[in-house]
Every structure is written in structure tokens, then in C-alpha cells.
């Protein structure tokens, strides 16, 4: 099924106006979603509701392993490989998903430059999320008692090195893949998973193509047509190949992180200021690319979802990555004040002008972005623990309080919590209920203490067995 963003009414629009419709759209999108499965304290994500005949609405674990209200697509069912119900393993979840983004609805609106959102999340069909073969029911009573949620089978945050999917395009990644199956040959069923998500994302994106070519033979309105034919030529082109201009790599990004999200909650575009920056200096230079453009093809990708960005901070040796792109993203969301999760790297190396710029939108628009993360004290933090300076400079903004090197670190991060009220009701409880202990500030710390480490020691315990097996469950 394909759906249609809307009419618009008009003959000619201004950027800015294409904009603003947009957004007022993005506004009629989010009230439908908290009517349909009400309220969340969270962040307004780049998801649409389903097409009401489509639409279920479920409890289900999201990718931080917290039971929301959701929407699933009515009538499709992950095919199971395990007698518990579940789907377990590369091969089986890469297959799923591939039947998943074969019915998926397309989306695209004439007035954006980009196409493609999602509308469901991969997670919401994992029952249940773990391997029950994996037993891990010694843990269960010190989990319920100290307040653990101890994350074990949870899935957040992977910041993917994207330059790879910019360099190669899915075509390429479909062939690296292919490649190195055949060197890898005791990993078949983790390039066969592989290989069933890159050619289910190749037909998803062939799919907006043709729904775009055909809204654009309807359209009347030649500006929008001319629009709705060049997502279609786009498209086309990145369903195999990699992206050649500023649009294309906005595109191929939004794509990816409609897939990325779906797949596993996952929501980080990293230091996108130099993602795209090569794009931008090409496109100028050949005379094919505006900064009203620019930012308009970026705020069309900034809409698509609230991704995580950083913006200037030093590169592995330390030099500045502020651009021309970093201000233009800044103007993007400044234009389209929606939520966002852009943060600026302040170090002593940082564009001054960038941080004034940033420092201007955030007490003009009162949005609360751009954050500022502190360059000198992340690296500090992680040069303590025995990595070079040239990795914790790598490590940018990859969630709501944490940074990951690109392609290189998958933090657990807000998927693991102690309840740290329950840890000191149990160390005071067990002080008063002892009549060999006198109450006493000391004897309280002791305790806390000691059920604290065991805390830890818990959830350490299950650290170890989730890294052991994730790769055999998800």
C-alpha cells in the first residue's frame, strides 16, 4: 500500500512555506499517535500512524525494554523458528524483517524533497525478545529485589559508521556481504541475515520509486510533480548505487534510519555536518546546489526523524569539524522548530561562530536544542580507561546522555537501571530488623554498600550472558 502525504492547494511555494505545511502535518501526525495509543514521556519520533484499515494496536517491549501501547500492521505475522513462538537467530531475523519492508507502506509527500518513514517497529513482533533456551532464572529474585532492569535481550544503541553506506550504496553493501560469506564461512547464518536485509531495503526503496513516479503523473500542480519525479529518479538510483549529490546522500540517510529504527529502535545520525559535506562542496562547486536548497533538503531529512547529530568537536587528531554544513543543519532546525536531538561538541578547538549560533537558536526558539556536550571532559573520561585520545575524540553523540564510536561500540547504556531507592530500603530494613546491630549512620552505609555491589555484581552477571548469546537471539 502506498500513502500520499496530502494535497496542498497551491500553484507555487516558497521553501519556507513547503516548510511550514510540513510541519503543521508532522503536528496532525503526532495528535493521531497519542490518540491512538496515548501519551509517552519520550521524544516525538519520525513515525506516521498506519493507515487506519491497518492498523492493531498491541502492548509491546520497545528497544529501551520498556511496555508501551503500539501500533503493529494488522495481518502480518513474523514466521516463528523455535517452539516458543519466537524467531531467533540472524538468518530468521533477517528474513523477518525482509517480509516486514515487503508490506510495508510507502510514503511519500509531494511537498518533501525525501521519502520514506516507518510506521511500525520490528521489536513490537519479538515474543518472546529472548531465547528461553538461555536461562537465566538464577537471577530472578536479586533482579526483582534490587529493581533491575537488566537489559538482557535489549537492543539500544548501535551508531552505525554510515560513510560505509554513503561510500558503497546498498549495492555494494549487497556485494560486500556476498564477498565476505564466502571468506567467513563458519558465520553463514549471519551473512544470510545480512543478505536478506539489504534486499528487503533494496525492494522497499524500489517500492517509494514507483509510488512516486505514479503520484507524479497524477499531480497537478507542476512544481510538486517535478518534485515527485525526482524522488522517483532518486529513488531508482539508490536502490543499487550510491548517492552522487546532497539530496541523494539526504535520501539514503533518511532511508536508512526508517529501517534502523523499525529494525531495532535504533536512532543516531552522528557527526552528520561531515557526512555530508563532501556532497555539499561537490554539489556548490558544480553550480547544482543552493544553501535555500541545502537547508530545505535538510530539514526534510531532519523532519523524517528526531536522530541523534553532533555537530563540530574535534576529529581523531583533533581539528575542528565545523563547516559550512554544521550551520546549515543549525538553520534547518531552526526553520522547522520540531523536536531534535542536535548536540554541539564545545571544546577549546570548537568555531566560536558555531557556538554562538547554537546559543542564539536555543534561547530564540525555546526548544531546548541544541544541546552542548562538553568535548574536554568525554575524553578525559574515556582516556582514564585506557583508550587513546584518537578514540575518545572518535566517540560523538549517540543517545540521551551517552557517545559511541561509530561502528565500533554497542552500549547498553539506558537499558540497564538499579532502583537505588529499593537498594537502600533493604540495607535500612535490614539494620532495623537486626537486634545484634545498633542503627547508625555507619552500619546503614555498610549495608547499602554491600547490597549495592551485589547489585552490580547481578547485573554484571547479566551483562556477560546477554553478549554471550545476542547474536543467537536477535
Known sequence: ???????????????????????????????????????????????????????????????????????VLKGFKPVSNHPSGGFFGPRAVGENFRRLLGVHPTYNDPLSS????????????????????????????????YGIDHGIGGLQHFCPDLKIGLDLGWGGLLEKVRRFREVNLGAAEFYAGLEEVVLGMQDWIRRHGEAAREMAEEEATPQLRENLSAIAETCSHLASEPPRTFREACQWLTFFQAAAKMYNGSGEWGQLDELLRPFYERDVEAGRLTDEEAVFHTACLLLSETAYIQLGGPDPQGRDLTSPVSFLVLEAVHRLKTPANIGVRVGRSLDPGLFRRGVEILLEDRMGFPKFIGDDAVTLGFTRNGYPVEDARARIYAGCHWLAIPGREYNMMDLIKIDLAKVFDIAFRGMMADPDAPPSIAELWTRFEGHLRRAVEVVAEGIDLHLEHMHEVF
Open 1 to 71: 500500500m502506498d500513502i500520499k502525504g496530502g494535497e496542498t492547494g497551491y500553484e507555487a511555494l516558497t521553501y519556507q512555506r513547503r516548510l511550514e505545511m510540513l510541519r503543521a502535518r508532522k503536528l496532525e501526525h503526532a495528535k493521531k499517535k497519542v490518540k491512538l495509543t496515548g501519551p509517552r514521556d519520550g521524544d516525538e519520533q519520525g513515525n506516521i500512524p498506519l493507515p487506519s484499515e491497518l492498523t492493531e494496536v498491541v502492548e509491546a517491549v520497545n528497544g529501551s525494554g520498556v511496555l508501551v501501547k503500539t501500533a
Open 114 to 145: 525525501i521519502a520514506g518513514v516507518y510506521m511500525v517497529s520490528f521489536t513490537s513482533y519479538r515474543d518472546p525478545s529472548w531465547n528461553p533456551d538461555f536461562d537465566f532464572s538464577h537471577l530472578y529474585r536479586e533482579q526483582e529485589m
